[in-house]
């Protein structure tokens, strides 16, 4: 059983994209549909892995725009929190917001998840949601637990946190998560953000001046 990652930086906010690949099965879950579907199913077939399982950490444009295109595509699920309905329907509003026009609407969400950290499988990959609101409603981390690598979304960054100035964002709810959801990981979690490079929970909890003027 072996667990393999891929990354990719697309998009005008240099937004991360992660396809969560099992190595015996080829089969893969992709976790943030950023934007540039082509690139990230050719990413993927690279590999030749296939795409079978698509999840979003939340829903603000930059990471979900792929996501339409690759659900026609591939024919495949998507899961985000129940929450983020209503961003879901705003992405051309969000889109004036940042002076972008013309922006595809997301896919339609086959299955909605709650705020209750819930176990999605597939094949050898088990991925825990991790409810972090904050940085917008409806916002969650994913936890590969065995392979001890965090996708934390637009949580937490190496040396900083999730921008809370945006509809719905509420610094306080952003720090309530970060401190309940994700300190209580061991120091050697590995943080995938989504933008930026990684990082561990242990360098975030020794340097993040977020996290230490908040203790």
């Known amino acids: 059983m ?6 990719l930086t697309l998009g ?10 099992d190595t015996e099965t080829k089969n893969a879950i992709l976790i943030d549909p950023v934007d540039d579907a082509p690139l990230i199913m050719d990413a993927a077939q690279d590999d030749g892995w296939a795409i079978k399982l698509m999840l979003a950490t939340h829903a603000h444009l930059d990471h979900v725009l792929a996501s339409a ?3 026609k595509a591939l024919q495949i699920p ?11 329907d705003e992405i051309p509003l969000q889109g ?3 002076g972008l026009s013309q922006l595809p609407a997301a896919a339609v969400p086959d299955r909605l998840l709650t705020s209750e950290s819930e176990i999605i499988e597939l094949d050898s990959i088990r991925l825990t ?3 972090t609101p904050g940085h917008a409603p ?3 981390s994913f936890y590969l637990a065995e392979q001890k690598i965090l996708f934390s979304g637009d949580t937490l960054f190496p040396g900083s946190i999730g921008r809370t100035d945006l509809p719905g964002g509420d610094h306080d709810l952003l720090m309530k998560s970060i401190i309940e959801q994700l300190m209580t990981l061991d120091d050697d979690v590995r943080v995938l953000p989504g933008h930026m490079g990684a990082t561990t929970i242990g360098r975030e909890r020794l340097t993040n001046p977020f996290i230490l003027s908040h203790s």
Do not use: Q, R, W
Not at 2 to 7: E, G, L, P, T
Not at 14 to 20: M, S
Not at 78 to 88: S, V
């Open 2 to 7: 072996s667990i393999k990652i891929k990354s």
């Open 96 to 98: 004036m917001y940042f």
């Open 69 to 71: 295109a690759i659900k």
């Open 129 to 131: 949601s991790l409810y």
């Open 78 to 88: 998507f899961l985000i929190h129940e929450d983020c309905e209503a961003l879901l």
């Open 138 to 140: 409806g916002h969650l």
């Open 12 to 21: 005008p906010f240099a937004t991360n994209a992660y396809l969560v690949a």
